[in-house]
């Protein structure tokens, strides 16, 4: 079955460091979205990509954070200046554009800041 | 705010009973609900519900979706130990991007 494969699956960096979170979304599919759960908390939109766009952005996407698809295979999220909130999983999710579907979500990476 | 409200927060039931989640949400923009059982990492994919009264099933688990009252149950019968995980009930947006809007889950304990 395909899966959306993200890297690496825990990262530790220090406060004011960049971060560069890595998915490979399913081949065919078109749209393209980050989310994250803070530990306890509820999993929570960051952005959705399509056609090489952002198409939509949550308040907590603010100007240190952006996307990518550089090659048409990976999808990456930048994180450039960490703060210690935003150590929580983060869940890269793909999904075809047809109506009838379930997201299909990466197994996360755990980013830590300290 | 398209808020998505689940209940009860956690479950403890012994291996063998019948339990009923519930998942409340938002009118605004509704497209679809879901459903997904978080057990360490990702969410996976249990359900998608968009019509009302239709029951839908995969082997102990069954989900129906009630438009008129804005709810979901999500039923598991004859729990297993397997079975303990949160679940999470998600409405997707009916905008193009069609984001997932979560609850805070369900954590459910299944004692053997």
């Known amino acids: 079955e395909p899966e959306v494969t993200q890297t690496p699956s825990h990262q530790v960096t220090q406060m004011g460091q960049e971060v560069i979170l890595r998915c490979v979304p399913i081949s065919n599919h078109l749209y393209f979205y980050w989310y994250r759960q803070i530990l306890g908390q509820k999993v929570e939109f960051l952005v959705s990509f399509y056609n090489n766009e952002i198409s939509e952005k949550s308040e907590i996407f603010d100007d240190q954070f952006s996307v990518e698809r550089p090659d048409g295979s990976n999808f990456t999220l930048k994180i450039r200046s960490t703060k210690l909130e935003d150590s929580a999983m983060y869940f890269c999710?793909?999904?075809?554009?047809?109506?009838?579907?379930?997201?299909?979500f990466g197994s996360g990476t755990r980013l830590t800041v300290v | 705010e398209d808020k998505v409200v689940q209940s009860p927060l956690s479950l403890v039931v012994h291996e063998g009973d019948t339990v009923t989640l519930n998942c409340s949400y938002e009118?605004?923009?509704?497209?679809?609900l879901l459903w997904y059982k978080q057990e360490k990492k990702a969410p996976t994919f249990l359900f998608m519900l968009t019509s009302s009264g239709i029951e839908k099933k995969s082997g102990r688990l069954s989900s129906i979706l009630d438009k008129k009252e804005l709810f979901s149950i999500l039923n598991i019968t004859a729990t297993q130990t397997g079975d303990s995980a949160v679940y999470l009930c998600?409405?997707?947006?009916?905008?193009?991007?069609?984001?997932?809007?979560f609850g805070t889950g369900t954590r459910l304990t299944i004692i053997p």
């Open positions: 009118v605004t923009n509704f497209r679809s």
């Open positions: 999710a793909s999904r075809t554009g047809r109506a009838n579907y379930g997201y299909t």
């Open positions: 998600a409405r997707i947006s009916n905008f193009g991007n069609e984001k997932l809007t």
